[in-house]
């Protein structure tokens, strides 16, 4: 029973620091030799470790001094949320994120683990085979997240802000990209317009609030039958739009919570004999390389993908060096081609 209590409750540095009345750094510069620490408290420090049966994280020893050139690169998978790394939204973002990594002479280690096993997270970082980690895609674990922050994982998550966020994170200006997909689309004079996406996720829950913000600006009602709480995934969202269509209900404008959706969607709703833009008008998000080839071409809210890599990796850097980084946000955009047009 001891040795269960004691894996589950590692003494961290933080820990030591406050037993020895000093600072994190101090503990840090003392146990990795610092001449900056003078011998008697070096000593003090490194009695109290021992003694604690602490050892110096390898992962963190090893960037600090240039060793270990390696950073993992995490998509969590959740169950309920249902997104496959084969994603376009997600293979853009690892492509964005190698090059970063590259020019930095950075390595890349990618990862896939559950978003309810988060902890793995840190021993991926703890058994020293990485030196810092990207998570991206916060889900719904914002506060296990918090958990890792507070066992000074150095990470960063691409997400949107919450409240009590310990974390940093860089991301979309979801609630904007929510209001400016809807605004257009109610501005083109649609009102019955249909959101597809799954509320679960934290960016998905945002776009959602800016779509519902859009509609008390034009003092339009929304109504729950115009939700489909589809999951990423393609047969999945397949499905969903095809029984959202079944049942008759009229719409004329749909509003996806990514652009792989809006095509998925694009194509039922063309099955249907409904006709794009004329009887319904398509709005995605992400603009993906294939949204511009779609027939018809596809409207959608752009997130600059190359910034938000660069970004991503910036602030990893920072969190590194100065144990932590304040959240940004990158700014969205509506791109408007042919799936929208006035009715």
Known sequence: MAKADADNKKIQMVDIARMAGVSTSTVSRALNGSPLINEETRQRIADLAKSLSYTINLSAKNLRSGENRTI???IPYQ???????????????????????????????FSRISADRLEDLAQLYESGRV??????????QHEKLNDLARRQIPFVVWGGQLPRQLYCTVGGDNFNGGFLAANHLLSL??????FMGDKHA????????????????????????????????????????????????????????????AITAMGAITQAGLRIPQDVSVVGYDDIGMAEHTY????????????????LVQNLMRVFSEGHSDSEVVSTDLIIRGSTCRP
């Open 72 to 74: 993992g690169v995490v």
């Open 79 to 109: 169950d309920q949320i249902r997104q496959d790394v084969t994603d376009p939204f997600f293979m853009t973002m690892l492509g964005h994120l190698a090059d970063q990594l590259t020019k930095q002479n950075f390595d890349l280690l």
């Open 131 to 140: 030196g810092g980690l990207i998570v991206v895609g916060q889900w719904d």
């Open 189 to 194: 004079g649609r009102k019955r317009i249909v």
């Open 202 to 261: 934290t960016e998905t829950q945002q776009r959602y609030a800016g779509y519902v913000q859009a509609h008390e600006v034009h003092k339009v009602q929304v109504l729950s039958e115009l939700y489909i709480p589809s999951p990423f995934t393609v047969a999945e969202a397949r499905e969903d739009i095809k029984m959202f269509l079944q049942q008759k209900t009229p719409f004329d404008a749909l509003f996806a919570a990514s652009d792989l959706l």
């Open 296 to 311: 018809p071409p596809l409207t959608t809210i752009r997130q600059p993908m190359e910034l938000a890599g660069a970004a």
